[in-house]
Structures are given as C-alpha cells and as structure tokens.
C-alpha cells in the first residue's frame, strides 16, 4: 500500500513539473512591456505630441471666422438737430457754387472799377471769403426728420479669413518646437523602456541566481545528512564521540536555515518579477536560463554610435533645438507680421445704396501688416534670455555627452572584470570539488575528523555560490554594458509570449 501511495505522489509530482510555465528572458520583456502602466502613459505623451504637431501646422493655413452681432438702441441717430435752410444760388459755368444780383439782397458798390456786395453795415467784401455775410433772397428747406435714421435695431455680420504672408518665421518654428516635442516624448518613452527592460532583466537573473542558490542549498543539506547519518553510525560503534555528532547537528540546523532563507528569497523575487510581467504573485514557472549555461553576448559599438543610441542623449537634443527655435521665435518679434484678409460684411439696416432697413453686404479683401518699433527694450531682453537658454541646453547636452562616455568606460571594465572573476572561481570549483573528494576518502578511512570534512563541504559551498554570483555578475555586467552602449531595446511585442511546457 505504501508503494502504491509513493508511485502516485510521484506521478503528480511529474505532471506538475511537467505542466510547470518555463519562460525565457525575451518573454518576460514582452509581458512587462505589455503590462506597464508608466509606458502606456508615455505612448499617451506621445499621442498627444503629435496631435499638438498637428494643430502646430494648421497655422500655416488660413483661418476662417464668422462673427455677427446684434444690438437695440433707445433712441435714432439725427444728423441735425433741428430743421436747415440751404441758400438756392447758381452753378456757374466753372461748376462751382455762386449767385447773381438779383438772387441776393446785398446793395452793392463799385471799388477800383469794379461791383463789391455790402454787408449789414455797408462795408464791402469778399463773398469768397466771407459767404456768411451774403444775404438770400430764397432758402431750400432741410427738414430735422429727413436726416434722422431708424437703429433701434441693428444686425452685423462677417465671415472671412485670414492668411499670414509672413511672420518673422514665428509660425515655422512654433511647428519645429511642437515637432521636436513629439521627438522628445518618443525618446522619454524609450528612456521608460529600457528603464524596465533594466528592472526586467534584473528581476530575472535575481531568480535565475536564487534558484541556483536554492538548488545548492539543498545539496549542501543533503551533504551533511549523510556525514549526520555516517556519524550517528559511527557514535553507536564507539568510533565517534557524542560532541563530533552534536557538531554535525549544529552544521545540518544551519544547512536547513540556509534552504529556507534561500526559498524565501526567491519566492519573495519570483513576486517581484511576477509583479513586473504582469503574472499573479503566487504563479511558479521555470526559468529558461536556470542553468546558466545561456552564452553572454558582449554589445562592442563605437562610442560616437552609443551616445546616439541612448535616450538621454535624444532628449537632450530635443532640448536644444527647442531652445535654439524659440531664440529664432525671440529674433522674429522684430520683424513685421503681414498678413491677407478678406471678408464679406451684411449689416442690418443697409447703409449701401440709401438708408434701408434690409440686410445688405459686400466683399472686402486686404492686406495687415504690423511693423514693431519701440518697446523699451522689451525684445532684446527676451532675445538674450533665450540665447542664454540656448547655451545652457547645448552645455547639459555637451556634459552629459562626457559622463556617459566615462560610464561606457566603467561598463566595459566591469565586464572584463566579471569575466575574470567567473574564470577565476571555476578554478576555485576544481580546487573545492578535489578537495572534497579527499575529505571524503579521508574520513571513510577515519584519517579525517569530521570537522575537517565539514570544512571542505563548507570550503565547497562557498566555492560553487561564488560560482552562481560570478555568472548572474556576467550577466548583469553585460546587461549594464548593453544600456549603457543603447543596444538594450525593446523586443517586438507578440501578441501571446512563449511559454514551452
């Protein structure tokens, strides 16, 4: 009956580890890309960017507007206020206004010869310059009711447009700005995708390690269980002393301690991974890279190409030439605007052909310009503010240039460091393996305590979790490598990762 149970224990047992999610690396990528939240805000950023692109080019366009208006008034206009008279006089044959002798009441006189009309007190003039002195003999009449014009109720409207003929350049490099915007919002959402693929890759090789260390942990234990089990034999012989088996028992406490630490960690990162990929923290799968056996790839580029690749470096760009088009925006404030405008206008009552209350319009097409002439220095302040601007941009870009270059530097040192430290220790695992091999010989044939075997097991885990450290470093190393050379980018996404069973 116990065998039946044990067969079926471990029947399960294989088809768990059987249906068991293994994952690679490139899927982790895809999930965490697919999942994060922060990267779905930048493609917004980007979206919006590009729609103020957009809107940044219409202002190359003319602008069509309609406008109307309506207002009462209380009282009429009146051009008079009260009723003319206009004297009746004579066109001339020159076409002027005049009059004759007997339209006029004037007595006359003759000086130097020739007939001068007198004033009210007889003193002669000119009627050129003095018109008021002639007296009419007969007015017209221009009634106060003729000249007074209902608007009590008035109606206007226009629609038309507005063309800018040219602007300084404003307009050009309001488009450049919004275009260096979008550009700038595209390399902060590549900044955000290597920051996680970074986080990603982090996250998988702290797994990766931990499962290694997990994996040693246990052998270790079952390492010193066997030398526990070989001296409880040996204490009931009589060729081992009771405090030789209580050292064994302290050292299998202290490998049992170490598995579970071991297991805690790695739950407690298999979360964080989960976390990132988007998964449910409980969720166990298996780590294709488990092994580390993967061969690590060292990214070699020009210096010049991986400042380019990296996104700082594009956003800092974009900063520059933000500032460099808003200096030529600064520079275009004193130039003249010109601009083309035509309308068609219809008011309410029609002032066109008479005074009419009927709506009435007409076309009106023309040019605007506006030259700037003095503001007290105005512009030349803002013009050297943005200059100013402009070399601050062009120095950050230039500094962080040469931090990076020393970062790509660091990187690559550390890469062949790591890569020394991982030689080094696989010959540290030869030396602890051999070593091992002795101490077992040894104390099978009782030339060795078991303090001594203890030792080279102990010697022997610290060898082989100094292995585990010096891979997952060469992996980290590159990883860093990688980002700091820009050649970490995002995989294409899929629509369903790869998850081998």
């Known amino acids: 009956m116990k065998k039946e149970v044990v067969v079926v224990i471990a029947f399960i047992t294989s088809l768990q580890m059987y249906s068991q999610k293994v994952l690679q690396l490139e899927d982790c990528r895809q999930m965490a890309l697919s999942h994060n939240k922060s990267l779905k805000m930048a493609q917004e950023s980007v979206n ?27 009282k009429n206009l009146s051009l008079l206020s009260g009723d003319a008279t206009l004297p009746v006089g004579t066109k001339m044959a020159d076409g002027s206004f005049g009059f004759t002798a007997d339209q006029i009441s004037n007595k006359w006189t003759l000086v130097n010869g020739q007939a001068v009309p ?27 009711s003729a000249m007074e014009y209902d608007i009590h109720n008035v109606f206007a409207g226009t629609i038309g447009f507005v063309q800018p003929i040219f602007m300084g350049g404003k307009i050009q490099e309001l488009y450049r700005i919004a275009k260096y915007g979008e550009n700038l919002a595209k390399a902060q959402q590549e900044n955000k995708v290597t920051e996680l693929l970074l986080e990603v890759d982090e996250a998988y090789w702290r ?26 034999v040996m204490v009931e012989e009589g060729v081992a002393t009771k405090a030789e088996r209580l050292k064994v028992k302290v050292k299998l406490n202290e490998a049992d301690i170490t598995v579970t630490k071991a297991e805690d960690g790695l739950n407690l990162s298999r979360m964080a991974l989960n976390q990132l990929c988007g998964m449910s923290l409980d969720e166990v799968y298996t780590l294709a890279d488990e092994d580390l056996k993967t061969p690590t790839e060292t990214p070699l580029i020009p210096v010049d190409e991986a400042l380019n690749n990296r996104p700082e470096i594009k956003q800092l760009k974009q900063m520059e030439n933000i500032a460099k088009s808003n200096e030529k925006i600064m520079l275009s404030r004193f130039m003249p605007n010109i601009g083309l405008t035509g309308n068609y206008l219809v008011s309410n009552p029609n002032v066109y052909d008479g005074y ?37 941009a062009t120095l950050e870009l230039e500094e962080t240039k040469e931090k990076l270059q020393l970062q790509i530097k660091q990187s690559s040192y550390k890469v062949a460091e790591s890569l020394k430290k991982q030689t080094s220790t696989q010959h540290n695992i030869e030396q602890a393996e051999e070593n091992l091999r002795y101490a077992n010989e040894g104390f099978n044939e009782g030339v060795i305590t078991s303090t001594d ?47 081998k069973k």
């Not at 919006?48 to 009462?72: D, H, I, M, V």
């Not at 010096?470 to 490598?481: E, S, T």
């Open 48 to 74: 919006a960017a590009r729609e103020l692109k957009a809107a940044a080019f219409t202002q190359f366009l003319p602008n069509f507007s309609a406008n109307g208006t309506y207002a009462w008034n209380q």
């Open 118 to 144: 007198l004033d009210a007190n007889n003193v002669p003039f000119n009627p050129k310059t003095s018109p008021d002195k002639i007296q009419w003999k007969s007015y017209a009449l221009l009634p106060k």
């Open 207 to 232: 797994v990766v390690s931990l499962e290694n260390k997990v994996k040693l942990a246990k052998e270790y234990r079952d390492l010193v269980a066997q030398v526990d089990s070989n001296i409880n």
């Open 356 to 392: 009419k209350n009927e709506f009435g319009g007409m076309f009106t097409v023309g040019v605007v310009a506006n030259i700037p002439l003095f503001h007290f220095g105005d512009k030349i302040h803002t013009l050297n503010a943005a200059k100013t601007q402009h070399r601050i």
């Open 453 to 499: 075997l203890l030792g080279a097991q102990t010697a022997w885990l610290s060898a082989q979790s100094e292995l585990i450290d010096a891979n997952i470093d060469v992996k980290l190393c590159n990883l860093y490598l990688a980002k700091s050379l820009g050649t970490l980018r995002a995989p294409e996404l899929k629509t369903q990762p790869i998850i």
